[in-house]
T-cell receptor
Framework: DAGVIQSPRHEVTEMGQEVTLRCKPI?????LFWYRQTMMRGLELLIY????????DSGMPEDRFSAKMPNASFSTLKIQPSEPRDSAVYFC??????????????????FGEGSRLTVL | QKEVEQNSGPLSVPEGAIASLNCTYS??????FFWYRQYSGKSPELIMS????GDKEDGRFTAQLNKASQYVSLLIRDSQPSDSATYLC??????????FGRGTSLIVHP
């Protein structure tokens, strides 16, 4: 059973270039999260989609960042133009809606392997 | 601002000892609590979840929750060098968005 799939695993680019990160969530999961992780700031939520709709994008740093989820099996995070301070590991995670008696959507996240971005 | 606080460590314990990792949170409405393990260069993976006060045991791992004190902990018994990793505490309230702590680095030395 495939987990969350992210691409590319590594990206090195020059300042000013456009970067597109891709994510395929686990089939059947209806929540998708984009996180950024750095040593200084830890794991930061960038944006959260539910049923392909952006619900919370308050973590998106600025207009240079945009994210889309055109369907249930694909999402992109785009940075344009990229800057050296954007260097980080970007994780995509998905979560499913579990209808266990007494508990709905327990909130466990399944992470992809991450995309390590270096902006020179 | 919902906050989840963890001691960054590193916490160093000898092999075979009990490692105790702690986490406090600010949102009293929090309902779900998670511990993720992250090896260096890898992604976080869920190891424990707990939803009600008390202890929950799974193998060598025990999660403890005290909602009155807004405190959740993870105990690792018989620590092994393979347990060396960063442990992230995550807390979820009424929304679907968990808030993560910065993590505690655990080093288990032979």
């Amino acid at each position: 059973d495939a987990g969350v799939i992210q691409s590319p695993r590594h990206e090195v680019t020059e300042m000013g270039q456009e970067v597109t990160l891709r994510c395929k969530p686990i089939s059947g999961h209806n929540s998708l999260f984009w996180y950024r992780q750095t040593m200084m700031r830890g794991l930061e939520l960038l944006i959260y989609f539910n049923n392909n709709v952006p619900i919370d994008d308050s973590g998106m740093p600025e207009d240079r960042f945009s994210a889309k989820m055109p369907n249930a099996s694909f999402s992109t995070l785009k940075i344009q133009p990229s800057e050296p301070r954007d260097s980080a590991v970007y994780f995509c995670a998905s979560s499913g809606q579990l209808r266990t008696p007494g508990r709905i959507n327990t909130g466990e996240l399944f992470f992809g392997e991450g995309s390590r971005l270096t902006v020179l | 601002q919902k906050e989840v606080e963890q001691n960054s460590g590193p916490l160093s314990v000898p092999e075979g000892a009990i490692a105790s990792l702690n986490c406090t949170y600010s949102d009293r409405g929090s309902q779900s609590f998670f511990w993720y393990r992250q090896y260096s260069g890898k992604s976080p993976e869920l190891i424990m979840s707990i939803y009600s006060n008390g202890d929950k045991e799974d193998g060598r791992f025990t999660a403890q929750l005290n909602k009155a004190s807004q405190y959740v902990s993870l105990l690792i018994r018989d620590s092994q060098p393979s347990d060396s990793a960063t442990y992230l505490c995550a807390v979820k309230g009424g929304s679907y968005i968990p808030t993560f702590g910065r993590g505690t680095s655990l080093i288990v030395h032979p």
